[in-house]
Nanobody
Framework: QVQLVESGGGLVQPGGSLRLSCAAS????????MGWYRQAPGKERELVAT???????NYADSVKGRFTISRDNAKNTVYLRMNSLKPEDTALYYC????????????????WGQGTQVTVSS
């Protein structure tokens, strides 16, 4: 059974910083890409940032220069450092694991975490 467990959300003032973590647990052989998505009330879920197992990063234009995604492959953990937070960054942030394999030749799966709330407000 694979689970993605997020942590690190909370309430922060505009201009502040937060660091999100997401650990994938279970008998995992490999994960190609891990990332973060977010969904604000009344809006669709959108990509924030992704990182592949080889370190290739992709960011939404709205967070470039403010957010940094990193990954510890040995721990199947992905991080999101968020600086210069704005009220429009307020959302439920979801962790994602793409092309997760339980064995070398097995089927690949996509997993989602339960989400962690980030609220930016004074």
């Amino acid at each position: 059974q694979v689970q993605l467990v997020e942590s690190g959300g909370g309430l922060v003032q505009p201009g502040g910083s937060l660091r999100l973590s997401c650990a994938a647990s279970g008998s995992i052989f490999s994960i190609n890409a891990m990332g973060w998505y977010r969904q604000a009330p009344g809006k669709e879920r959108e990509l924030v940032a992704t990182i592949t197992s080889t370190g290739t990063r992709n960011y939404a234009d709205s967070v470039k220069g403010r957010f940094t995604i990193s990954r510890d492959n040995a721990k199947n953990t992905v991080y999101l450092r968020m600086n210069s937070l704005k009220p429009e960054d307020t959302a439920l942030y979801y962790c994602n694991a793409e092309n997760l394999r339980l064995t070398a030749w097995g089927t690949s799966y996509t997993y989602w975490g339960q989400g962690t709330q980030v609220t930016v407000s004074s």
